[in-house]
């Protein structure tokens, strides 16, 4: 017994002397006093050859010795846990961090939204459809004959498992699943993917993005088409824009008419985007034939309603004077970080 406590004298003292700076000290410190194989443990292994009325007070020595050697190491590893290895070098910390590429939106998608909130504002909600379509949807309901030239091979993608299946040539399909709801009255937009199989130049491409309209109600007349539209081509041209209809043929609406607005380039006198003429064709529009309401059981003798169609392909073309419609979807990020900001 005064052996042992001879000894926890000596480590008293030792653990005194111990320098505890860095972490691979403290750690040392452990193994050797608080380890299972450490100094302590043994210290306490002793008890068993103590007599038993001397185990309470040498019990009581072991467990100060014990808080003491624990007391420094909790001090000096809380000290040093902090302080970087040695080997690593410091970072300076004023240098400029490294700048994350940040991506931009496509213009088409920026186009697409400013046409949104424009007829959003005027009360329009958003509908969605299939890009592939059954004939009914995207042709017959609409009004086209058979023997429409839409309906041709050289137009229109057929899926060849089913002769009846196609990928949908506009988003009409959209407004026809609309009508046939039955829930009037109708107020929607309908953005979305389309396509027509036409040979890919700077002028066409086998896919184009539209945003077709329908307003189907009680009294819906051409003046209401025509006001909705000058508001629409004014929020998005500015207010100075002129318009002009010229009557036109589209199946599913009669009249039919195209819309043009001023040249917002040359203001009028004529340049190379207006084809000198003054004026830029915009969008199709038109009163919804009543056999295309009747088709989706609409009364036609109490609702009207008219429609409009427009591709956003060419709208973004003419906004940023872009001249090629293959940019779209080349993925080229020299041409699509231009288009960070609003239209
Ligand atoms: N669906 C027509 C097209 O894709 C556009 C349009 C819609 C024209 C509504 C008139 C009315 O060409």
């Known amino acids: 017994m005064e052996a042992i406590?001879?000894?926890?004298?000596?480590?008293?003292?030792?653990?005194?002397?111990?320098?505890?700076?860095?972490?691979?000290?403290?750690?040392?410190?452990?193994?050797?006093?608080?380890?299972?194989?450490?100094?302590?443990?043994?210290?306490?292994?002793?008890m068993r050859n103590v007599p038993n009325e001397k185990k309470k007070e040498f019990g009581q020595v072991l467990n100060d010795f014990k808080l003491f050697a624990e007391a420094k190491y909790d001090a000096a590893k809380d000290a040093t846990a902090n302080s970087q290895p040695s080997t690593v070098n410091l970072q300076d910390l004023s240098l400029p961090g490294d700048v994350l590429p940040a991506g931009s939106r496509h213009p088409i998608s920026l186009v697409r939204s400013r046409i949104i909130s424009i007829f959003q504002r005027l009360g329009f909600a958003v509908a969605d459809g299939p890009e592939i379509?059954?004939?009914w949807h995207n042709f017959t309901a609409l009004n086209l004959p058979e023997n429409h030239p839409a309906r041709d091979m050289q137009d229109t993608f057929y899926i060849s498992q089913n002769p009846d299946w196609l990928l949908r040539t506009h988003t009409s399909n959209v407004q026809i699943r609309e009508m046939q709801k039955g829930k009037l009255?109708?107020?929607?937009?309908?953005?979305?993917?389309?396509?027509?199989?036409?040979?890919?130049?700077?002028?066409?491409h086998c896919f184009f993005h539209q945003v077709e309209g329908l307003y189907?109600?009680?009294?819906?007349?051409?003046?209401?088409?025509?006001?909705?539209?000058?508001?629409?081509?004014?929020e998005l041209f500015g207010k100075d824009?002129?318009?002009?209809?010229?009557?036109?043929?589209?199946?599913?609406?009669?009249?039919?008419?195209?819309m043009d607005v001023s040249c917002f380039i040359c203001g009028g006198p004529g340049c190379?985007?207006?084809?000198?003429?003054?004026?830029?064709?915009i969008l199709g529009c038109g009163m919804v034939h009543p056999t295309v309401l009747e088709n989706c059981g609409i009364d036609s003798n109490k609702y009207t309603g008219y429609a409009f169609g427009m591709g956003i392909e060419r709208i973004t073309m003419l906004q940023y004077g872009i001249n090629d419609l293959r940019l779209f979807s080349e993925n080229d990020v020299r041409f699509l970080r231009q288009f960070t900001g609003a239209v």
């Open 185 to 204: 009255p109708i107020r929607i937009i309908c953005p979305g993917r389309v396509y027509r199989n036409e040979t890919i130049s700077a002028r066409a």
């Open 216 to 234: 189907i109600d009680e009294h819906v007349s051409f003046a209401d088409l025509k006001q909705t539209l000058y508001f629409f081509v004014q």
């Open 133 to 135: 379509e059954d004939d």
């Open 241 to 258: 824009v002129k318009v002009r209809f010229r009557p036109s043929y589209f199946p599913f609406t009669e009249p039919s008419a195209e």
């Open 272 to 281: 190379r985007v207006c084809k000198q003429s003054g004026w830029v064709e």
């Open 5 to 46: 406590l001879g000894q926890l004298e000596a480590h008293r003292k030792e653990i005194e002397a111990f320098e505890l700076t860095t972490p691979q000290q403290v750690e040392e410190y452990r193994i050797k006093f608080l380890g299972t194989k450490g100094i302590v443990k043994a210290l306490f292994g002793e």
